[in-house]
């Protein structure tokens, strides 16, 4: 146990916003903000004019009963929204239409869990409640909230429907928070409700506090990747305080991303700061059980399932299925591209998964994309393998064809263009090796005493032809010419 750690409780309330809704969730705004001039999509309701009136978004209650499937929670079946009272620049009404689960009010669903796992251990992170609330509108700072000269409010944002997901307090250290986040991510994108990839589309509070002391919440982190840099600068902050002989004050902080740390906003508001009162514009809801059973029938395969699936029918480890299923998008690329050629089995499974995971992913990762934004397509995998298989080209040179690959230019072409094919003809092999051997006599001189000479003379080779030679013929003639 790490003892950086010790005694650290981690509590998360992540807000998804519903991107893949057209409309906002009580009236017909286009929901899709970004990129579109401020404060194009308003109207009486979503800026809150007086005697305006709410209607629920159906597809809104959808998405919602979908996810909540998909975590495992139990949905109520009576539900009815509530105001969260608060005064603030993105909330034009003065108050937020939400969801509360006191007061004889109940949240959208109860209870759930997210699987996770870390350093090959299985955990189950418990779910107190889902629901669904309206998103405020969006402040714009010039640079950090704290200095900024200006606050600019964008209403278009204003009334887009969020999903809140409140877990327990039960994760003990930033890495279980980012793993935690990981796999709800991925559950959300194989419900398609939402799209987490764009910004701004999930914002996190976390609850942090050392046993036996306040928590503080640190509001309104604005990605994913965010919460884990976050959580470890707030934990650092409370264990210096203690150590300090100082007490950990209740309070609401925030993280500021550029600046990386948490502000002190205000000592925290307590929740009866926020007079909730049931909403009574809008009317009570009541959730049929067979719009349930219709929409869990629908609910595609979820990745837990799928990683199993993938374990026993391509006979993946369950590392690598487990990567493989966290992206849909890539998981389902996995599965059409494996049976385009029929003579593929347990080999080719395994390589397609390899080609998936490391060198594909590598690129995306390092370009900041993700499989949809590329042109890749299944079927290039398959072809690079076949190329492989036959000789024609050797993994070394298939690397370097990524990129051409993500244009969408078929294998073909690249091979043409790149005019890299495998060299296996001995002799032309033999006249690279004897020059290589005269280049380098000093290495040949050393060859029994450093065992690293014959892979040195083998990079040597492949410098030479950019990687073409083939690497097993390659090392036979080394071998063989060097005891002459
Ligand atoms: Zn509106």
Redesign the pocket.
């Given at each position: 146990m790490n003892d950086e750690y010790e005694n650290v409780i981690i509590g998360l309330e992540a807000h998804i916003q519903l991107t893949n809704l057209k409309?906002?969730l009580?009236?017909?705004?286009d929901a899709d903000y970004r990129g579109k001039e401020p404060n194009m999509?308003?109207?009486?309701?979503?800026?809150g004019h007086p005697g305006s009136l709410p209607v629920i978004n159906k597809k809104a209650i959808e998405f919602a009963i979908r996810l909540a499937l998909a975590l495992d929670c139990k949905i109520n079946n009576f539900t009815y929204f509530f105001r969260k009272n608060y005064f603030y620049p993105d909330l034009p009404k003065n108050f937020q239409i939400s969801q509360y689960n006191k007061a004889g009010g109940k949240a959208f669903a109860d209870g759930g869990k997210v699987t996770i796992k870390v350093n090959g251990e299985k955990k189950e992170i418990v779910l107190n409640r889902i629901h669904l609330e309206e998103d405020p509108a969006r402040l714009v700072h010039l640079g950090s909230i704290a200095s900024s000269p200006y606050t600019l409010v964008d209403y278009n944002r204003?009334?887009v429907a969020l999903i809140e997901v409140v877990s327990e307090p039960v994760m003990t250290s930033p890495e279980e928070a980012r793993e935690y986040l990981k796999q709800l991510k991925s559950i959300v994108q194989y419900t398609g409700i939402s799209d987490l990839d764009l910004e701004g589309s999930c914002r996190v509070d976390a609850n942090i506090s050392i046993k036996g002391h306040a928590r503080s919440e640190v509001k309104n982190i604005s990605s994913f990747r965010e919460v884990e840099k976050a959580l470890n600068w707030e934990i650092q902050r409370q264990k210096n305080l203690l150590k300090r002989g100082k007490e950990i004050q209740q309070e609401t902080r925030h993280w500021d991303d550029k600046n990386r740390v948490t502000i002190g906003l205000r000592t925290k508001e307590f929740e009866k700061d926020y007079r909730y009162f049931p909403e009574q514009d809008l009317v009570p809801i009541e959730i049929d059980k067979d719009f349930i059973a219709q929409i869990k029938e629908e609910l595609p395969e979820m990745p837990i399932d799928r990683s199993k699936r993938f374990q026993k029918e391509y006979e993946l480890s369950e590392f690598d299925a487990d990567n493989l299923v966290l992206d849909k998008n890539i998981s389902d690329f996995y599965e059409k591209g494996i049976k385009i050629d029929s003579s593929f089995g347990l080999e080719e499974y395994k390589l397609y998964c390899n080609w998936l995971m490391n060198d594909i992913s590598g690129w995306l990762n390092e370009n900041n994309k993700t499989i949809k934004d590329t042109k890749l397509s299944p079927n290039q995998i398959v072809e690079l393998i076949n190329l492989i298989k036959e000789g024609k080209i050797t993994t070394k040179i298939a690397k370097t064809f990524i990129d051409d690959m993500t244009k969408g230019n078929p294998i073909s072409k690249i091979l043409k263009e790149s005019g890299k094919t495998r060299i296996a003809d001995k002799n032309k092999i033999i006249e690279i090796v004897k020059e290589v051997i005269d280049e380098n006599l000093d290495i040949i001189n050393d060859y029994d005493k450093n065992p690293k000479a014959l892979e040195a003379l083998i990079g040597k080779c492949m410098q030479k032809t950019k990687g073409q030679l083939d690497p097993n013929i390659t090392r036979e003639i080394l071998l063989e010419l060097i005891k002459k």
């Open positions: 409309t906002k009580f009236c017909g705004c999509f308003t109207c009486p309701i979503c800026v204003s009334g």
